[in-house]
């Protein structure tokens, strides 16, 4: 995956400044995954938001421009490489089709939004070893009749 020059600038000073992405989010009232994306040029902040995350990260104007235009969405090749990102890809690839067909069996004919939609990721203490918990909660379209 190739991120941006302007995404590793603010991945850079993040790191430099140790601010987490949650310390990041408290600055703006987003979600530190909301805040992620936008560091990573995945969603767009406000005039206001990219200021405030612009003077916090200790950045120019060059990225609070690229805060502000509008996300080319989705980074990286179809199959991902990263083994994170990969093990997202495997998740969708075995569960993708039962879990549409439960969300079918739920709420009928449609979709899970991916735009009227959050996510959060936690960490659950296991004494067989930490979990990832990973919420998705995405607004049901159902598909139109005519």
Not at 14 to 22: H, L, Q, V
Not at 50 to 66: I, P, R, S, Y
Not at 97 to 105: A, C, R, W
Request: aromatic share 12%.
């Amino acid at each position: 995956m190739e991120i941006s020059e302007i995404s590793k600038k603010l991945l850079d000073a993040k790191e430099e400044k140790g601010f987490t992405f949650a310390d990041l989010a408290k600055k703006v009232n987003r979600s530190e995954i909301w805040t992620a994306a936008l560091l990573y040029g995945q969603a767009q902040a406000t005039k206001e938001e990219a200021q405030t995350l612009c003077a916090a990260l200790g950045v120019g104007k060059d990225a609070e421009k690229f805060m502000t235009a509008f996300a080319d969405k989705g980074l990286g090749p179809v199959v991902p490489t990263d083994p994170l990102i990969y093990r997202l890809y495997e998740i969708v690839q075995v569960y993708g089709y039962p879990f549409k067909s439960l969300v079918h069996e739920k709420f009928g004919d449609g979709i899970m939004s991916a735009v009227d939609f959050d996510m959060e990721v936690d960490c659950v203490k296991d004494p067989k070893g930490d979990r990832v918990k990973w919420t998705m909660t995405g607004k049901f379209l159902p598909y139109k009749k005519w």
